[in-house]
């Protein structure tokens, strides 16, 4: 399984808990405020599927069922071949990898698994948290980052910082303010 050139491949990291142990990684916090940016609004669409990729059941609770109920996401399944080209019906890290690595538009969480994947590919937009442990690709452009913890969305690292162009009060998190406004910066 590859992804289509117009979907949008997510990778989640965690699957016990809907957070990751440094910040919220939920659909109300992260994906929603990303994916209304990234999906076409109104009528038809151009873009493809989203796809989650995760070792999480998408039927238990937490952030892939969240993304397949809210968003209609297919969970993804990669494998590899053997030799032969007879597919091997089991998980593999290695084709997660490349699944990622192949996918055109990004959405990754805080793991150096989906990082690394994201630097190496032929993506031409990778949504990335902009703080925590993972390192950030100050020279690439295909970056976007997003702050969840101080709620500031839609960054772009420029000069010798990320500006953001979304911030969020505390009392703002609702569905009219998901949206990446035009050319407003914080």
């Not at 969840?148 to 010798?160: E, N, S, V």
Request: hydrophobic share 35%; proline share 7%; glycine share 8%.
């Amino acid at each position: 399984e590859r992804p289509a050139p117009e979907d949008v491949v997510i990778h989640v990291r965690l699957c016990k808990t809907p957070y990751h142990s440094y910040r919220y990684y939920d659909v109300q916090n992260y994906f929603d405020k990303v994916l209304a940016g990234i999906l076409p609004t109104g009528g038809g669409s151009s873009r493809g599927k989203i796809r989650v990729l995760s070792t999480c059941d998408a039927e238990a609770p937490g952030v892939v069922r969240d993304l397949v109920t809210a968003f209609g996401a297919v969970p993804a399944r990669p494998t590899l071949t053997d030799g032969e080209g007879h597919f091997l019906d089991q998980p593999s890290a290695p084709a997660d990898f490349l699944y990622l690595a192949r996918a055109k538009t990004l959405v990754i969480c805080e793991s150096t698994f989906s990082w690394w994947a994201a630097l190496l590919s032929n993506a031409t937009q990778i949504h990335a948290p902009g703080t925590g442990v993972v390192p950030i690709a100050f020279d690439d452009p295909r970056f976007v980052f997003h702050d969840i913890g101080q709620k500031r969305y839609w960054g772009r690292f420029t000069g010798d910082a990320i500006h953001y162009e979304q911030h969020l009060l505390a009392n703002d998190d609702n569905d009219n303010n998901n949206a990446a406004p035009a050319n407003t910066k914080t």
